[in-house]
């Protein structure tokens, strides 16, 4: 099914896909894992209901090239900032937080300002996520 | 004059993209005519005879229209109940109650896990004192209540009984629904709390209870929704659905209940999305697979009891944020193949409920969407309206024959438990939601005004947006705070006590022990607590 275009653009990330919070849907967490996944990345998802202390620390842990938040329930405001604190607190400013899901165009602003790297909604091509990670990540 | 026709959209865009293929969702192919001599089932039978193809009523939905049941619910229980009030003097015949995420995964308001969700996604209820709110002015003995609940189902459920005692409403007299499915929560919700084997026992508790006490709600809706809602197929939907249905009748015959009892209690619920056809003949190849089943797997024999009842909710992940007034078409179409299929009960989703809680105004739309379809369509009129057609015959067959393959691929893994336990159905659930992402991307699946047909600088405004009273968390957790000071906490803890003692025999129903722990007003979370503290937690199998 996948992109042969895109099956190298993030050959060598190291990826974690969080779900934050006690949202209960995933289904677009795991589609995005398989689809970095098919783009080459090597991918982390958490499950379901962590905490932003338990992502950061994975996120540190795993060592890896960037986290990406997914979330449905509306909590993002909430949920992005704890996150980004706790990457903080953990000496790991420098990975980049995308988020992913159902977000307002209104809250754009507020997440870049929190320092959020990429937005991701639910309604764009698979690979143009994949390319735009990719050209984020270098 | 050329200004305003400078700002016209260009509406006169051709069909460049050429017509779809003829295959349904579910990947069946469709001839290009169907004549006589390729349908199988020419005669359908009658409807409410078995094995009840054409419906479950002979006389359809004249003597009686669907129930039309909105979700709704937010904040706090005093938002949610102004709410309620409105949408029952708007003409709405039951209530239909979303809870919040804490409620719903068994967190106090004061848990730091709960904090930022208390009130999001529905009515925050943590004990009885706040259902007592939540219906306030509302007559449980003549309002049916459908509860979006799961997890905690068995405590909201309980709770709803103590508060029928309260009010003085006699028990026989409740009429409703709680979702309690907890086998499609580990696929596809995630509302889990115990592990798979201690969640069915309770379950089983609240059908074997309710069919004594409450003889007249669904302690169940098996539902199909969220699976199908996740990238499911139509044929996926029905046959994951029916295959826990047939995993909580086993458990229940283990604890002695009475199959041609309980059964007339089961009750289903799906989602409608677009390919109408698909859509109508799911529900009839459903009714006539379930029934089946009942009477040649278990021996069923009173025809109430093989009956396939299902609602339905019409949107859903078929609805688009780009060009959201377009969905109000959508779910047009999806309650037209609703009604046609033999629904019972109707949700019709809002048209920007794509992307947030639905304002007063979109809320209306939907309802009045249902209310054309039942008084101005005239489909209701005559049973199964498309009975006979060759092709819908034709299409019911072969969704039969691709369920019952589903279904017997799930026999071959073990069953639905261990598919589940092992993470292998949420794996094939995740690789099929992206495969459909994929074939919108490409356009084999074109979606109008989201990958096809844009206008130009098209920018997907929501228009008026529904914001929640951000004080309305505070006010929960003061509410919360007050009660635990009020009430008699060593009533509590006795009443805790004793369903502790029930959960660790194997057999007893602890459907009385949490109707006592509701009475006593323990809230949710102590109750989740002291069961979390026998039984344990759910591992989710990450599988990736």
């Known amino acids: 099914m996948s992109d042969t275009a895109n099956k190298t653009l993030l050959r060598g990330k190291r990826i974690l896909i969080a779900k934050p919070g006690l949202d209960g849907h995933d289904i677009g967490a795991k589609i995005i894992a398989l689809a970095l996944r098919d783009a080459g990345a090597e991918v982390i998802y958490t499950g379901l209901r962590k905490t932003p202390r338990y992502i950061a620390r994975v996120a540190v842990d795993e060592d890896v090239d960037a986290v990406g938040l997914s979330m449905l329930s509306g909590s993002h405001r909430e949920l992005v900032a704890e996150t980004i604190e706790e990457l903080r607190a953990a000496d790991a400013a420098d990975i980049p937080v995308f988020v992913g899901g159902t977000i307002p165009a209104e809250d754009h602003a507020y997440l870049r300002q929190l320092g959020v790297a990429g937005i991701f909604t639910s309604e764009m091509r698979l690979d143009d996520v994949v390319a735009e990670l990719a050209r984020a990540l270098g | 004059m050329a200004a305003a026709e400078q700002k016209k959209p260009v509406l006169s865009e051709e069909l460049t993209i050429p017509p779809p293929a003829p295959v349904t969702p579910s990947g069946i192919e469709i001839p290009v ?13 009658r409807p409410g005879e078995y094995p009840f193809t054409r419906g479950i009523f002979p006389d359809g939905y004249r003597g009686r229209l669907w129930t039309i049941r909105q979700y709704s619910g937010f904040g706090t229980a005093e938002e949610s109940n102004a709410r309620y009030k409105f949408l029952l003097d708007q003409g709405q015949t039951g209530l239909s109650v979303a809870l919040d995420l804490p409620t719903q995964c068994g967190f106090d308001p004061v848990d730091p896990m709960a904090r930022p969700e208390i009130g999001k996604v529905g009515v925050s209820l943590s004990n009885l004192s706040e259902m007592e709110v939540l219906f306030e002015g509302i007559d449980l003995g003549r309002i049916s209540t459908s509860f979006t609940i799961n997890g905690t189902a068995a405590i909201i459920y309980a709770m709803y009984v103590a508060c029928a005692d309260k009010k003085g409403v006699p028990r026989e007299k409740l009429t409703g629904t709680i979702q309690n499915d907890i086998l499609k929560e580990y696929v596809a919700r995630g509302t889990w709390i115990f592990p798979v084997r201690p969640s069915l026992r309770l379950i089983a508790d609240t059908i074997l209870f309710s069919n004594e006490a409450t003889p007249r709600f669904n302690p169940i ?5 969220h699976v199908r809602d996740a990238g499911a197929t139509a044929v996926e939907e029905m046959a994951y659905t029916l295959a826990n249905g047939l995993a909580y009748v086993d458990e229940l015959i283990r604890r002695g209940g009475d199959v041609d009892k309980f059964a007339k209690r089961l009750s289903f619920f799906f989602y409608v999305h677009m390919d109408l056809f698909e859509e109508v003949c799911k529900f009839r190849a459903a009714r006539r697979i379930w029934a089946r089943l009942l009477k040649e797997r278990y021996g069923v024999t009173d025809p109430k009891a093989q009956l396939f009842r299902f609602g339905v909710v019409c949107g859903g992940s078929s609805l688009t944020a780009a ?4 969905n109000i078409v959508r779910v047009a179409i999806e309650t037209m193949a609703a009604v046609m299929g033999g629904a019972q009960s109707i949700f019709t989703c809002a048209y920007d409920e ?3 809680i639905p304002t007063e105004f979109s809320a209306e739309i939907a309802l009045r969407t249902q209310q054309i379809v039942a008084y101005e369509s005239g489909i209701p009129k005559t049973v199964d309206p498309l009975g006979g057609s060759y092709f819908v015959e034709y ?7 691709k369920i019952l393959e589903v279904m017997a691929e799930i026999d071959e893994y073990g069953g639905v438990v261990p598919a589940i336990e092992d993470g292998w159905l949420q794996m094939r659930l995740a690789e099929r939601a992206r495969d459909r992402r994929r074939k919108i991307d490409s356009l084999e699946t074109v979606v109008v005004g989201q990958n096809a047909f844009r ?6 405004d929501f228009g008026e947006v529904f914001r929640l009273d951000p004080k309305a968390s505070a006010r929960v957790i003061e509410k919360y705070n007050a009660i635990r000071d009020r ?3 060593a009533a509590v803890e006795r009443s805790l006590d004793r369903l502790c003692e029930a959960a660790a025999k194997e057999d007893e129903n602890l459907m009385p022990y949490l109707v006592e722990c509701c009475h006593a007003y323990a809230t949710v979370g102590e109750i989740v607590k002291r069961l979390k503290a026998q039984w344990g937690e759910f591992q ?5």
């Open chain 2, 33 to 45: 005519v169907v004549t006589p001599d390729m349908v199988k089932n020419r005669d359908p039978g």
């Open chain 2, 221 to 225: 809706s098996i539902a199909g929704a």
């Open chain 2, 323 to 326: 060009q959201p007034y377009n």
């Open chain 2, 354 to 356: 794509a992307f947030q």
């Open chain 2, 395 to 401: 299409l019911t067959d072969r969704m039969e024959e």
């Open chain 2, 455 to 460: 206008r130009e600088n098209q920018k997907d």
């Open chain 2, 487 to 489: 009430r008699d906490n």
């Open chain 2, 540 to 544: 989710e199998p990450v599988r990736l």
